[in-house]
């Protein structure tokens, strides 16, 4: 029932600036939390950041705390990745996810829909 597209990535050096989109169709996006995960060549996907239906809390993992901020407009269908200070391990393909719940989660089984991903490659 829900589709999600995501849109932003691209080529940048390091210590630079992307904004990823994730364009959600359905009419209950509101009613679930959202996430970010990404997965880099031979590596296993990892979790990135999520935020509750309400966009009134945000989880972050470690390795992007204070770089990245994630956000949502419920009215546009649409959850945001702000991410600054780019470094080259954050090179990979990064998803936008749909959660089971209505609560910030970094499992991903409790993530129902996926997007297809939109690569973010930061030169050194």
């Known amino acids: 029932q829900v589709q999600l597209v995501e849109s932003g990535g691209g080529l940048v050096q390091a210590g630079g600036s992307l904004r990823l989109s994730c364009a959600a169709s359905?009419?209950?996006?509101?009613?679930?939390?959202m996430g970010w995960f990404r997965q880099a060549p031979g590596k296993e996907r990892e979790f990135v950041a999520s935020?509750?239906?309400?966009?009134?809390?945000?989880y972050y993992a470690d390795s992007v705390k204070g770089r990245f901020t994630i956000s949502r407009d419920n009215a546009k269908n649409t959850v945001y990745l702000q991410m600054n200070n780019l470094e080259p391990e954050d090179t990979a393909i990064y998803y936008c996810?749909?959660?089971?719940?209505?609560?910030?989660?970094?499992?991903?089984?409790?993530?129902?829909?996926w997007g297809q991903g939109t690569q973010v490659t930061v030169s050194s």
């Open positions: 935020i509750s239906w309400s966009g009134g809390s945000t």
């Open positions: 359905g009419r209950t996006f509101s009613s679930y939390a």
């Open positions: 996810a749909r959660s089971r719940r209505i609560g910030v989660s970094h499992t991903p089984n409790e993530y129902a829909s």
